[in-house]
């Protein structure tokens, strides 16, 4: 008992710590982790085997199986240089290795050892019956018969053993067989090659599974042998008939595609791909999946058939490719007769099984991609059969084919993705020809969409002309049903990334698109109103798209310019006078030849002038009042006055707030487009007037102040804004212009709201906002219980007794108290609406905040680089901002804008010099810094703290720049901030002192180092 808990120990010890210590002696690792090949011995082997050398084949041989192709190369080459280096070994050495080592070794499953096996004998044949002929010099008795026989007697797979060694030993002799077909020692003498034949014939016959394996080494073998030799073998094939299957179509075409001029048998078929033997060729390709039972009849295997294509494929495949390299027109005119004939009659017809189909796909997509550079092979591939079948199966999810018909449809994809050339001749096919006009719609993909991404300026022409019919009643469609795809079409090619002409814009693939898409939206008469209202969202989204890419405002503009709609009789003269009026100005902004001092500030002033005629063309009232506004502007940026900038930039300011309000996603990225050209502009009564309404109640009397409107209409309109917008919106989805919000996930909400960094003041306010629910709830339960003479369950204990049950009212009693209740919810009702309309005004202003900081951060980003001074002022108003707002989101932004503005000004800060620091207004900075430590004073929560505090060293660093007396009256502001804090007089974060010590310590270590610097230097 003790022997066997003793012996159990070292058992495992054993087997735990031997892989461990063998790997650290033979294999140690390497710093990256890989294994490092230790130096093999390569002296010749013994014919006499001592325990070193039995220790020195096993490991030899145990690395041949490795499944590391390093070691297993390493491995070959010490066996080979073992048995043939220098004299070589003796015959019964080689012999041994032959009969016990390494022919055997085929037969064996292991790891890798057929491929490291069959590497050792390729080079052994080579050497013994190859050009060296060792053979016939040093081995007289080691015949080419005697070694195949070897091959034959270790691998037989004769007698009752289990199926698995039955099958490795067939894999064995068909590796073997390899080895004789690669050493290219078969062909020299034909006798051998014939034997070779039909053995590889025999092994082909035992099991359905060997035979494409086994007419594939004959394809290998044709590569090397002479016209004579593959005349006969092909004669051979033909009277086995072994030319009617997949093996022998694939052996015919690789000798003749070798051997063009070669006699070839004339039965069954001179050339499988001509054109007299098509109608044999589909049954045997077909054919791949069935097995000869024992009474030699056909049964088709179930459940068996393989997603791997047959070899087959390959050299049709490779026999197309080499005609079209010569000639596409003529590879075309052969290839188009064979693919209907066999593939899409054979593979695709109506009795063809699901296999077959499945088949068929794969063999579409590697025609697909192996024909991609060749448009005309490309274009037979969509056939009709094939055509039919992949709509079908690609519509919904149930059917049997439809993740190979979906995986077709992303080959295709891909295919035009790596050859954007393509995409003309794949639409025709999919929207044409075998195809259908509304492709995605009809197989429940985004097809279609996604390849009109693929479009470029050499191929948009060819693809407007594939989905802009000059004939509508071609497109199978309805009119309406026609209108609303192409719409969709060109809202996708209005999308799509593509370089634009330098020499014409509106050349671009955007360009083109939204030329047209405008056009069949506002000019088509042939358009009903209900798909042009359709259209024109598409077009205003589109336009929403281009503004983001200011090398596509030419093509928005020339869109705009090539609306010819005509006015009717009852629409406003005035007003279609005003809108002239504009398009003369437009086409005035867009003259080249303008000053191009002004180039971008007239291209920015362009984009707003398109904007409010499309918004004319849309019908929105308040385009007139826009066209005035603009007006003033173009005359203000075309006047002599334009220098100084006199009055533009507050027209400009008070025009962009207008535009911000609205519920557009369009007006919207026009507005920052604008901004961003006019920020150098900006005077500090227009940044007055753009920080103002940060300051307004989040209330309807905010609201009111905001917008100075009483119409409800516009309010409602404002509230349905977008909070932040959504920049990353799934093109496929952006259907409307419209910005739709989720005040629940903004945060923007009453119940949401938080005072910035102070979670308490949500708390409180939360439930101030409960109490003030129940008390509600409260007084309509004890309105009702006065009118109905009634009381809540929770009150039967203070309820007084009645024995009065109502029954007994009288009509007019109950007249009486249905009036009463009816008035009751009256005023419910109307005290709902008023808590709404106080939730709707509050979005609204938060929304028209939101905006408001996109404008500044613009300014910040441009005008803190430029270290413009007036960008200081934008710091004040978005603290205020922080401190008063109840939407938490609203804080957060603003207090990234002033980090924003800190990072922005560390970089710029950098370039300062003499002539910028005299440009600063020292004094104002000096007012602004002390209005920045006041208002430290006036929130103690850590995130405002953190937010001035960044605010308040920015100012700090270009006054220490400036000169030592601001630098001074710097360091005593900060010291006076810090005495009232230890007198109790204010509360200031920690923080706020804390990073003034810490920037304080980073630039004493850097004038330290710069100071060390220049002394080394000198010295």
């Not at 027109?329 to 296999?355: I, L, Y």
């Not at 007198?983 to 710069?1010: P, R, Y």
């Amino acid at each position: 008992m003790g022997g066997k808990r003793k012996r159990a120990p070292k058992e495992s010890s054993h087997a735990e710590a031997q892989p461990s210590q063998k790997r650290t002696k033979n294999a140690p690792e390497t710093p990256n982790g890989t294994t490092k090949a230790k130096k093999l011995d390569k002296s010749p082997f013994t014919e006499q085997l001592t325990v070193q050398e039995r220790k020195r084949e096993l490991e030899l041989y145990e690395l041949l199986g490795s499944e590391d192709a390093a070691e297993r190369l390493q491995a070959a080459d010490a066996i080979v240089s073992g048995l043939l280096g220098g004299e070589g070994v003796s015959e019964p050495v080689l012999l041994r290795h032959l009969n016990n080592r390494l022919f055997r070794g085929l037969a064996s499953g292991r790891n890798a050892s057929r491929l490291g096996f069959s590497l050792v004998l390729t080079e052994i044949l080579g050497q013994l019956f190859g050009e060296k002929d060792l053979a016939s010099e040093k081995y007289p008795e080691l015949t080419f018969d005697k070694v195949l026989g070897i091959l034959i007697e270790k691998t037989q797979a004769g007698g009752n053993v289990p199926g698995q060694e039955e099958r490795d030993r067939y894999f064995g002799q068909l590796f073997g067989i390899e080895c004789f077909v690669r050493s290219g020692i078969l062909f020299s003498d034909k006798r051998r090659w014939l034997a070779m034949l039909d053995l590889v014939l025999g092994l082909g016959q035992k099991k359905s599974w060997l035979k494409s394996q086994c007419g594939f080494v004959i394809v290998q073998a044709i590569s090397q042998m002479k016209k004579k030799l593959a005349e006969k073998t092909l004669q051979k094939l033909a009277e086995e008939g072994y030319a009617k299957t997949p093996e022998g179509v694939g052996i015919w075409i690789a000798a003749l595609d070798r051997f063009p001029d070669m006699d070839v048998p004339v039965q069954p078929w001179k050339n499988p791909l001509a054109a007299a033997s098509l109608q044999a060729l589909p049954p045997v390709l077909k054919d791949s999946g069935k097995e000869k039972n024992e009474q030699g009849g056909q049964k088709l295997k179930q459940g068996n058939w393989s997603a791997q294509l047959h070899f087959v494929w390959d050299l049709i495949l490779a026999h197309y490719l080499k005609l079209a390299a010569k000639n596409e027109v003529d590879a075309a005119t052969e290839f188009k007769p064979f693919w209907n004939r066999v593939v899409d009659e054979g593979f695709f017809s109506k009795t063809s099984s699901d296999t077959q189909k499945f088949s068929g796909f794969m063999i579409f997509q590697k025609m697909l991609e192996g024909t991609a550079e060749y448009p005309q092979l490309v274009a037979i591939l969509f056939s009709k059969n094939l055509m039919a079948c992949l709509i079908n199966q690609s519509a919904r999810e149930d059917r049997y084919l439809h993740r190979a018909a979906l995986k077709s449809l992303k080959g295709t994809e891909t295919a035009v993705e790596k050859h954007p050339a393509l995409l003309p001749t794949v639409l025709r096919q999919l929207l044409s020809e075998h195809g259908v006009y509304n492709f995605d719609q009809k197989t429940s993909t985004k097809t279609v969409d996604k390849l009109l991404q693929q479009t470029r300026n050499s191929t948009v022409k060819a693809v407007l002309k594939l989905v802009n019919l000059k004939d509508a009643s071609k497109s199978g469609l309805e009119m309406d049903a026609y209108y609303q795809t192409l719409g969709n079409y060109l809202f996708r090619l209005s999308s799509a990334l593509s370089d634009p002409d330098e020499t014409n814009p509106t050349k671009s693939v955007p360009g083109t698109a939204i030329h047209l898409l405008t056009e069949l939206a506002y000019s088509n008469e042939a358009v009903s109103l209900s798909i042009k209202e359709a259209l024109r969202t598409k077009c205003t989204a589109a336009f929403s798209k281009l503004c983001r890419r200011p090398e596509d405002f030419g093509s928005l503009c020339a869109a705009i310019l090539s609306i010819e709609a005509k006015r009717g009789e009852d629409d406003d003269e005035a007003a279609w006078a005003a809108m002239v009026q504009a398009y003369e100005r437009l086409k005035e902004l867009l003259d080249p030849a303008a000053s191009e001092e002004t180039a971008a500030q007239r291209q920015a002033l362009a984009l707003l002038h398109a904007v409010g005629i499309l918004q004319f063309y849309n019908e929105d009232p308040d385009s007139i009042e826009l066209f005035d506004e603009l007006e003033e502007c173009y005359n203000k940026l075309t006047g002599a006055d334009f220098a100084e900038g006199e009055g533009t930039s507050e027209f400009l300011v008070e025009i962009l707030l207008a535009m911000v309000a609205r519920p557009s996603s369009l007006m919207r990225q026009v507005s920052q487009q604008v901004f961003e050209a006019f920020t150098s502009l900006i005077s500090a009564d227009a940044l007055k007037l753009l920080t103002e309404p940060l300051t307004a109640e989040e209330s309807a009397k905010g609201q009111q102040a905001l917008f100075s409107t009483e119409d409800e209409d516009m309010a409602d309109a404002e509230a349905s804004d977008a909070e932040d917008g959504s920049d990353g919106e799934d093109e496929e989805e952006l259907d409307s212009d419209v910005e739709i919000v989720d005040l629940e996930d903004a945060g923007s909400d009453a119940d949401d709201a938080s005072d910035a960094g102070s979670e308490g003041g949500a708390k409180d306010k939360a439930t101030a906002q409960a109490n003030m629910d129940q008390e509600a709830l409260d007084a309509l339960d004890n309105a009702l219980a006065e009118v109905l003479q009634s009381h809540r369950l929770d009150q039967d204990a203070d309820a007084p007794s009645s024995d009065d049950d109502g029954s007994d009212m009288s009509d007019s009693e109950m007249l009486a108290v249905d009036q009463k209740l009816a008035e009751i919810f009256r005023h419910r009702a109307k005290t709902t609406s008023k808590k709404k309309e106080r939730k709707d005004a509050k979005e609204t202003v938060v929304n028209f905040k939101h905006r408001v900081l996109d404008l500044l951060a613009i300014l910040v980003k441009k005008e803190v680089a430029a270290l413009n001074p007036l960008a200081f002022d934008v710091l004040l108003p978005l603290l205020e901002l922080v401190r008063n707002t109840t939407a938490k989101p609203l804080a957060n932004k603003a207090s990234e804008i002033v980090a924003t503005f800190a990072k922005t000004l560390k970089k710029a800060r950098g370039g300062l010099d003499q002539k910028t620091a005299a440009s600063f207004d020292t004094d104002a900075l000096m007012e602004l810094l002390g209005a920045l430590h006041d208002e430290a004073t006036k929130d103690p929560s850590h995130a405002f703290g953190r937010t001035v505090s960044t605010a308040s060293l920015a100012v700090a660093s270009i006054l220490c720049a400036v000169g030592r007396p601001q630098r001074e009256a710097v360091f005593q502001l900060y010291a006076q901030s810090q005495m009232k804090l230890y007198e109790g007089k204010v509360k200031i974060q920690q923080a706020f002192f804390l990073d003034w010590l810490n920037w304080c310590q980073g630039h004493a270590s850097t004038a330290a180092a710069q100071e060390g610097t220049a002394a080394m230097e000198k010295d």
